[in-house]
T-cell receptor, first 113, second 112 residues
Framework: KAGVTQTPRYLIKTRGQQVTLSCSPISGHRSVSWYQQTPGQGLQFLFEYFSETQRNKGNFPGRFSGRQFSNSRSEMNVSTLELGDSALYLC????????????FGQGTRLTVV | AQSVTQPDIHITVSEGASLELRCNYSYGATPYLFWYVQSPGQGLQLLLKYFSGDTLVQGIKGFEAEFKRSQSSFNLRKPSVHWSDAAEYFCAVGENDYKLSFGAGTTVTVRA
């Protein structure tokens, strides 16, 4: 059974640009959530989707958005990139809800220059 | 809001020695509790989880954790560490709001 797949693995963007990250969950999993990991702030929750509906959202500015497709794949978008957005972005999938069991992908390392 | 505290930022342990990582949480009811491990540049791997029942839970890679309600703790242990256990360990809490809250993490260094 394939795990959670995140693409791309590495990304370098310029300040002010926008970026889209992709996450394919484990087959059969309908919940996808996103986390930002930085050395200073640790792991912070961005948002969670289930069957194309956002069920919870973290305390991030509106520049951070996400969506989920009917096949459960999810994307997150960050517009008007800032240097502080440099981070490892992790996607987690679960059958129903991330707070009962979650499987994480390897992450996308975003560097903003 | 719930919080998760991992008091030890960094622990160094000798190969073959025992390891205990501490985790405390603040939450009104019994949350879902997890331990994850992260190797450099990698995602998080679930070691074990606790929902209810037996307060001593076994996980992968020889790890176990004990839930103590009176102390609001969920400490992770391993009787004998291997060099491959060097990584960062995260305690996490889920409380029915479709998200996980993580501690700051404990980095484990294993010396030969």
């Amino acid at each position: 059974k394939a795990g959670v797949t995140q693409t791309p693995r590495y990304l370098i963007k310029t300040r002010g640009q926008q970026v889209t990250l992709s996450c394919s969950p484990i087959s059969g999993h309908r919940s996808v959530s996103w986390y930002q990991q930085t050395p200073g702030q640790g792991l912070q929750f961005l948002f969670e989707y289930f069957s194309e509906t956002q069920r919870n959202k973290g305390n991030f500015p509106g520049r951070f958005s996400g969506r989920q497709f009917s096949n459960s794949r999810s994307e997150m978008n960050v517009s008007t990139l800032e240097l502080g957005d440099s981070a490892l972005y992790l996607c987690a999938s679960s059958q129903d809800r991330v707070d009962t069991e979650a499987f994480f992908g390897q992450g996308t390392r975003l560097t903003v220059v | 809001a719930q919080s998760v505290t991992q008091p030890d930022i960094h622990i160094t342990v000798s190969e073959g020695a025992s390891l205990e990582l501490r985790c405390n949480y603040s939450y009104g009811a019994t949350p879902y509790l997890f331990w994850y491990v992260q190797s450099p540049g990698q995602g998080l791997q679930l070691l074990l989880k606790y929902f209810s029942g037996d307060t001593l839970v076994q996980g992968i890679k020889g790890f176990e954790a004990e839930f103590k309600r009176s102390q609001s703790s969920f400490n992770l242990r391993k009787p004998s560490v291997h060099w491959s256990d060097a990584a960062e360990y995260f305690c996490a809490v889920g409380e029915n709001d479709y998200k996980l809250s993580f501690g700051a993490g404990t980095t484990v260094t294993v010396r030969a």
